[in-house]
């Protein structure tokens, strides 16, 4: 699987951040997304969703992906 890292940096604000997407099986058959998320250089804050398929986990990732994106993460 691939992750998606989006990154957003001002150094005005001083504000270095990530924001990481996963898919990945589980182990009961269903589908997983992983989100991780926090200040560069640091350990994020991560939370795991689960989904009974892998078009629900990837449907929820592109959402995911863009709420980040319209806050300015590349």
Same mark, same amino acid.
């Given at each position: 699987?691939?992750?998606?890292?989006?990154?957003?940096?001002? *150094?005005? %604000?001083?504000?270095?951040?990530? /924001?990481?997407?996963?898919?990945?099986? $589980? !182990?009961?058959?269903?589908?997983?997304?992983?989100?991780?998320?926090?200040?560069?250089?640091? *350990?994020? %804050?991560?939370?795991?969703?689960? /989904?009974?398929?892998?078009?629900?986990? $990837? !449907?929820?990732?592109?959402?995911?992906?863009?709420?980040?994106?319209?806050?300015?993460?590349?």
């Amino acid at each position: 699987m691939t992750a998606i890292v989006l990154t957003r940096i001002d *150094a005005t %604000q001083n504000m270095q951040r990530f /924001y990481k997407l996963d898919v990945q099986p $589980d !182990l009961f058959g269903g589908w997983s997304l992983i989100r991780e998320w926090g200040r560069l250089g640091r *350990a994020g %804050q991560v939370r795991m969703e689960n /989904y009974p398929t892998r078009g629900t986990a $990837d !449907l929820a990732m592109v959402g995911h992906y863009t709420r980040k994106a319209r806050k300015g993460y590349h």
